[in-house]
């Protein structure tokens, strides 16, 4: 994905009219003559200035909750301009999900917002639709996650927009698919990795299955859609054809079972839950310190193995039952708790200070105070703090993704509901004061 950015931020596009709707046409960017077009002479100067890796590609963002918002808010980070289409009066319903709240907004829609103008347009209006069609034609991209066959109600399904926008990247976001026995239920996270064999596997050994701490399935599945419309981006600059792109929560699920998938379809082993501890590797989990705190600890190897036992003044090593990773997980039973009970014999910080040169995998199970506090993730700069027009100054994780010669900070806090509405009317459909007051006087924006 980062490698479709970099290419795409070496791109330009420009617009020519046709029947009244304008459409992109893509252009490679001669990087010695440059001769190219932008939506108009501002942003062409901006552009030839400009580092992001997604300057010019506008997406319009019909998402709500976690997975759509994840993808937009990660393609903003790059350069994108997201507009944000949202349902008057209430939002995004994350808006209201709390609390807690910061001045009255909500944490949770604060996360995942960065970097998006908000329109508030009542789609199930013919006027609030046709608004939305004219934006669409000027766009890249357009991202939803709708029931299947609910915006095509609207005349907003991707055989609507395509007509208008041919080079339109469509991507439909849902919980099961456009098509199938479960096509008309309601995406969530918990249920997904429910179905998708997630909570099998997750939880203490011999106890009861458990969900993950975040909405994991609503994040991959966020950045499998990031992925798939970059390639789709890559592809119509070569070819010039949008596509229509379906991602959804059970699918990304599955395929998130990764090895443990393979050892059931190809092996015949049935996964089960084995709490912090691994199927095929010993040692591989948690152990409690003497102060009665955790810490995770890992031998990927033999020779990691007898570094462990060293440092930890052990000769498990040389007993043949743990020579190799093999018997020890044969063994798995008899050396844990030989394990836990040396680990049960210093605190944490003494086991930190012995590990702290070693060259196996090790770690605290850290709160989230210990978390934004540790060294290193100081050092990677993952809090930003930005100006928000409610909620003052509030702070946001990072984009994870680093480039030498781009900065993916926040350019624009998380929006008000409607922030931006006249704004992006007046630039992208020309709309004048009347125009905008006979809207909202009928309820099509606010």
């Not at 997406?59 to 997201?82: F, H, K, N, W, Y």
Request: net charge neutral; charged share 20%; hydrophobic share 40%.
């Amino acid at each position: 994905m980062v490698l479709l950015a970099c290419f795409l931020s070496r791109r330009s596009f420009y617009y020519l009219k046709f029947n009244s709707f304008p459409r992109r046409i893509s252009v490679i960017i001669d990087p010695f003559e440059r001769k190219f077009s932008t939506h108009n002479s501002a942003a062409k100067a901006s552009a030839e200035n400009d580092v992001s890796l997604l300057h010019g590609v506008r997406v319009l963002d019909l998402t709500r909750v976690l997975a759509g918002p994840m993808c937009t808010q990660s393609l903003g980070d790059m350069g994108a301009e997201i507009i944000k289409i949202e349902k008057p009066g209430s939002g995004d319903e994350t808006r209201n999900w709390g609390p807690p709240f910061v001045g009255g907004e909500s944490c949770y829609f604060l996360a995942v917002n960065r970097n998006k103008k908000s329109v508030a347009v009542d789609i199930s209006q013919p006027e609030g639709a046709t608004i939305v069609q004219k934006i669409a034609a000027q766009c890249d991209v357009f991202i939803e996650n709708f029931l299947p066959g609910k915006l095509k109600s609207y005349g907003l399904g991707y055989e609507d927009l395509s007509v208008l926008n041919p080079g339109l990247v469509y991507c439909s976001v849902t919980g099961y698919g456009p098509s199938g026995p479960y096509k008309t239920r309601g995406g969530y996270d918990v249920i997904a990795s429910a179905i998708g064999g997630m909570m099998h596997i997750t939880g203490p050994e011999n106890g009861e299955p458990c969900k993950i701490g975040t909405a994991m399935t609503d994040i991959s599945t966020g950045l499998y859609a990031q992925g798939a419309i970059l390639a789709a981006l890559f592809r119509r600059h070569r070819t010039g054809r949008g596509t229509k792109i379906d991602c959804n929560l059970l699918s990304t699920q599955v395929a998130n079972l990764v090895n443990l998938g393979s050892n059931f379809l190809n092996a015949g082993t049935v996964p089960r839950r084995w709490g912090t501890a691994h199927e095929s590797i010993v040692p591989y989990q948690g152990f409690q310190t003497e102060d009665g705190q955790n810490l995770i600890v890992g031998a990927g190897s033999d020779e990691q193995f007898i570094s462990l036992c060293r440092r930890m003044a052990v000769d498990y090593y040389e007993n043949e039952k743990f020579a190799s990773n093999k018997a020890r997980v044969a063994n798995r039973v008899e050396l844990i708790k030989l394990l836990a009970s040396r680990f049960a014999e210093e605190t944490l910080e003494e086991w930190l200070a012995r590990f702290a040169t070693a060259k196996f995998p090790f770690g605290p199970v850290n709160t989230f105070a210990q978390v934004f506090a540790d060294p290193q993730v100081r050092h990677n700069d993952m809090v930003s703090e930005v100006d928000h027009k409610k909620a003052g100054r509030v702070r946001l994780l990072n984009n994870p993704v680093t480039f030498k010669d781009c900065n993916l900070a926040p350019r624009l806090p998380p929006p008000l509901l409607g922030e931006h509405t006249d704004a992006v009317l007046r630039e992208y459909l020309k709309f004048d004061d009347n125009s905008l007051s006979d809207l909202r006087s009928s309820g099509v924006i606010s």
